[in-house]
């Protein structure tokens, strides 16, 4: 008996109707920002530290994809670090993924002690809905204090 209840109260065929209504209800009273996407980067430096875009909230943000031998990525890392000296350090952080796997290590190191930004591989790159492989270098994607991507280069 008790089941036979329960079919007739939650069985019963719902008209789409008002599925529809009830959506259109619903997305109006959340106003949208329970579907907005959430902007993932989570790498691991050399060091083991982890890297989380999440932890920048608050502060402007630029990923830069690079390679140590590439003179187009020199003069916009310079750019950058002239950005970030002339900004507040502190409401700017530069995260510089080194895209090519088989740098010179002495090249790599120096490169590293010119830029204050944190570096981490390509390959050490966790979790990634932000950035995708560039068809060339340097790639860079700017992101405010609200961790919205704002501008793609």
């Known amino acids: 008996m008790a089941s036979n209840v329960w079919a007739r109260l939650f069985m019963r065929p719902y008209k789409v ?24 980067f ?9 890297v989380d875009l999440s932890r920048n909230a608050g ?7 690079f390679a140590s031998w590439c003179k187009f990525c020199h003069q916009e890392m310079t750019r950058l670090k002239q950005l970030q000296e002339k900004n507040d350090a502190q409401n700017l952080e530069i995260i510089a993924v080194d895209f090519d796997e088989i740098d010179d290590e002495k090249d790599y190191l120096l490169f590293k002690q010119k830029f204050p930004f944190v570096f981490v591989k390509f390959s050490d790159i ?3 809905n932000v950035i995708a492989k560039p068809s060339s270098i340097p790639a860079s994607y700017y992101f405010n204090e609200n961790l919205n991507l704002v501008k793609e280069l």
């Open 17 to 40: 109707q008002n599925m529809k209504k009830t959506l259109i209800l619903a997305l109006i009273f959340f106003n949208f920002s329970a579907f907005a996407r959430e902007n993932i």
């Open 59 to 65: 502060k402007k943000t630029v990923i830069i994809i």
């Open 126 to 128: 966790l979790q990634n």
């Open 42 to 50: 989570v790498a691991k430096k050399e060091n083991g530290e982890i």
